[in-house]
């Protein structure tokens, strides 16, 4: 049967309707997305710029912070075999990208307004802080990655150890 050429109109706005729902949707969707991989607002840091010696000191701690990073990453692999080694790892994570997160705050490292000093190092500091966050996000995509494909191997691997050396501690049997 053909359509009633009265109710087109009706037809028309209903589809509309039907597609400006869709698209709010999907426009809710992606800006949550989105909003979650930027993380939390950061309002604009406020307060004098740092001096050259508290850009020293902000140099030092990231560097320190790179070489926690380092050593905890490298650690995670005699731990990996451990029950909850993935969770301690995890939570270790966030907190050492917020105290990432407070360094920059107390550096102003994200702060626009020009350097009165004239002595920088702020902006290199900054480039310094992303590429050890870059380094971060990439030992936690492989931890993630081998959380979800392979831990169960090294859970078994350590639970076989731990039963030959088990094993080797008993009393030999008498015959």
Known sequence: MPRDPRYKPYRTALWLLYFAVIAVALAVVVTSVVRNL??????????????????????????????????????????????????????????????????????????????????????????????VLELHRAYRAQVNRFAQEEANLARQAAGSLREAREALARPPERR
């Open 38 to 131: 930027r993380g939390p607002h950061r309002p604009p840091a406020t307060g004098a710029l740092p001096t050259r010696a508290a850009l020293r000191v902000c140099v030092t701690e990231l560097e320190a912070l790179h070489a926690e990073q380092n050593e905890r990453a490298w650690r995670l692999g005699d731990e990996i075999g451990e029950k909850d080694a993935i969770q301690r790892w995890e939570i270790w994570a966030r907190e050492w990208e917020q105290r990432v997160d407070d360094l920059a705050d107390r550096c102003r490292l994200d702060a626009a307004d020009p350097d009165p000093q004239g002595f920088g190092g702020r902006k290199e500091l900054a480039r310094a802080r992303d590429a």
